[in-house]
């Protein structure tokens, strides 16, 4: 049994508010902004949104319970939440992976929201910017890489009252204002209808194996599931918290932002550039949407407001990201937090340099393969992508309920979602359990094996 992390250098949130706010924070990314459009895009729309919201419901809430359920439980990081809840050295694993992911996750993650930084600039002061060229400037994306990385590590210093809380009841409000004001330009546009019905109108002949993986991918990638983020923010938590109302609230808000960023994209996109395919892919944000802006009234100021959304998506996200490995290192190996921090920090830092120059033609990181699985995967960040932020993240959520279900007790789970939450018994208590005992299992197996592609092509569905 590990001795206890001085509990000055761990903190505690100040309220549960401080805590939904974090925790939707580290949620609501650019994974709502940034991927949930273009996956929309590629997997038809309406009937892609639908798969998704059942995925939400039935598999993100019940394992974003069990993490947190986990974390408060253990008073502890990943790694510790495992084996001080009784977990041996192979389910410790999990806890691991979680480290790896979230410090991996934030090296690359941090390339990209240093794009918005710059587009922030380019669009107030309308720079027309060619996003292919833009992203071969390394002189331009490294340094936003670290000013982006500067800027979390800055935040996280601070600690959980006085520095993530703070920023999170800060950053929160500010991003769903934006997204609102967007949103609503957007869909009051001139030909924004056939946007609009495209997007929430599903065509149900479109629904596949394909479309469904896809969905429930989004929804790990989306929920922060399987990295460790909320069993670390749960391990924050008095006892008399409650779980399931404040699960409730993050599952809510970070749906409501991706269907908000939905409607910010397709709206503008068929009014504005009726031709352009919205399966535009992950440039969509980048290369078609300053477009859109441009031929807007006050574009340059709307621009600049998205990009701005879209640098305080990523910075709630990656400041739970570093606070997973920090955590790690206050609680078992005893460091002060300004060390962890700095640290951590500055090994993104020099990490994040590789995923930079893997957009650069004739970069070794851009040709630079790995085949795994059945998978060949070009270019250090597509590489780190794949690993990290799809591979271990999937294999972790199964761990982690085969764990809570199987390898573990899980009424003392569900005692812990009991505790603070007194609407929690029966029929809702039995319903988790089972979910975590048998569907979640299940399901997350079948993405597993169609990440091997034992349906056909890697990752399609067969």
């Known amino acids: 049994m590990a001795v206890s992390a001085n509990p000055e250098e761990r903190g505690q949130w100040g309220s549960s508010l401080g805590f939904i706010m974090a925790a939707a924070g580290s949620a609501v990314g650019l994974g709502n902004i940034w991927r949930f459009p273009y996956l929309t895009g590629e997997n038809g729309g309406g009937a892609f949104v639908f798969v998704y919201l059942i995925c939400v419901l039935l598999i993100g809430l019940p394992l974003l319970l069990n993490e ?7 008073g502890k990081n990943p790694v510790g939440a495992v084996r001080d809840t009784g977990g041996n050295k192979f389910w410790q694993i999990a806890g691991v992976l979680c480290i790896l992911v979230c410090f991996c996750v934030f090296s690359y993650y941090s390339v990209i929201a240093g794009w918005t930084l710059g587009y922030i600039f380019t669009e107030l002061i309308n720079i027309p910017v060619d996003f292919e060229v833009f ?22 210093l601070g600690g959980i009252s006085g520095g993530i809380e703070k920023a999170a009841k800060f950053l929160m409000p500010i991003l769903f204002i934006i997204i609102i004001f967007i949103a609503g330009r957007s869909v009051t546009l001139e030909g924004a209808q056939a946007g609009i019905e495209y997007y929430l109108s599903p065509d149900f002949s479109k629904i596949n194996t394909k479309v469904a993986l896809a969905a429930l991918g989004q929804a790990f990638f989306s929920m922060s599931v399987g990295w460790g983020l909320m069993i670390t923010f749960g391990s924050y938590l008095p006892k008399n918290a409650n779980i399931v109302r ?21 709206p503008a996109l068929f009014a504005l550039l009726p031709g352009k395919d919205p399966a535009g892919g992950p440039a969509l944000v980048f290369d078609v949407l300053p477009k859109v802006f441009d031929a807007m009234p006050g574009g340059n100021f709307i621009g600049a407001m998205f990009f701005v959304l879209l640098m305080v998506a990523a910075l709630t996200s990656t400041i739970s990201m570093l606070e997973v490995p920090v955590s790690y290192l206050i609680d078992e190996k005893k460091w002060k937090r300004k060390r962890a921090t700095w640290t951590i920090g500055l090994a993104a830092m020099a990490l994040s340099v590789p995923s930079t120059l893997s957009f650069i033609d004739g970069s070794v990181f851009k040709t630079i393969e790995l085949s795994m699985l059945g998978n060949t995967k070009v270019g250090f960040f597509d590489i780190m992508d794949f690993t990290f932020g799809t591979f271990a993240v999937v294999i972790i959520c199964l761990m982690l309920s085969l764990y809570t279900g199987w390898g573990s007790k899980i009424s003392d789970y569900a005692d812990e979602l ?42 399609e569905g067969g």
């Open 246 to 266: 404040s699960s409730g609230f993050i599952a809510g808000m970070d749906t409501i932002v991706a269907l908000l960023g939905g409607l910010m994209v397709f």
């Open 68 to 74: 947190i359920a986990l974390g408060r439980k253990s």
């Open 135 to 156: 992203v071969q400037t390394p002189q331009y994306i490294i340094p936003l890489t670290f000013a982006f990385i500067l800027l979390t590590i800055l935040i996280v």
């Open 418 to 459: 009991a505790e603070g939450s007194p609407a929690f018994k029966g029929i809702t208590r039995k319903a988790w359990i089972f979910f975590i005992k048998w569907v979640c299992p299940i399901v997350i197996g079948l993405v597993v094996l169609d990440l091997v592609g034992l349906f056909g092509d890697p990752m």
